[in-house]
């Protein structure tokens, strides 16, 4: 049995659409948020969650016995990675400047600047928090963007990038939402998956964001 850190909570994930789950926020990340993927042939799980057995249970389930792939978008979501790699033998993907982060990690995978996945996820280099912060976009069914600590509710119904005493380079960050508005399809609605621990808008754990409608917003 895995141990059960005091900072870790032992909820379990919640569904919410067919095939995606989000976790608890992992208090030992700033609260992080990490997030289940069940698409074919190969899930994905985006960030670490707590590390319990609880976890470690559901995830062996949800896979179905096959190999998942464990993607990290920023260096502060990596939580127990670790000792959640050795209880699941999956390959962990970082964007290559964090990549020195995770040494003697076994089956560890890198990419510069953008990254697709055998089950078709997209990933793009997208620093700003973090050297080597990465978004995934998954596309139809779910249709859903994962934009670690790049975009996160702020007050007044606003979608935008949030300055703070962590972030590693304020302009970068601005730049890589230009650089995003540009990458995703054109005409795209679609709902934001956070890894921040600041709760989403309305109570919910995504929320829809229109590409053009994104504000950037510094803290005072």
Known sequence: MLPVSSADPVNSPNELIDGL??????????????????????PVL??????????IDFLKSASSGRSSLIVLTNRQAHGR?????????????????EAYLLPGLNQLRS???????ASG????????????????????????????????PLKSNRLGALRTRNTFHW?????????????????LSLSLAFGSGLEPLGGGENVEWEKGSCSSYEQI
Not at 81 to 96: D, N
Not at 127 to 144: D, F, I, K, L, Q
Not at 173 to 178: E, M, T, Y
């Open 21 to 42: 789950w989000v976790f608890p926020p992992n208090k030992l990340c700033n609260g992080s948020r990490s997030w289940w993927l069940k698409c074919d042939p190969e």
């Open 46 to 55: 985006i960030d670490c969650p707590p590390v319990n057995q609880g976890n």
């Open 121 to 152: 996820l997209r990933l793009l280099w997208t620093p700003g928090p973090t050297p080597g912060s990465c978004s995934v976009y998954a596309s139809e069914p779910w249709n859903v963007l994962f934009c670690g600590r790049l975009l996160i």
């Open 81 to 97: 990675i670790l000792e959640l790699q050795e209880a699941l033998s999956w390959p962990v993907l970082v964007q290559e400047q």
């Open 171 to 187: 302009t970068r960050q601005q730049k890589s939402l230009q650089k995003l508005r540009h990458w995703l399809p054109r005409d």
């Open 111 to 117: 990419f510069s600047n953008e990254y697709l996945t």
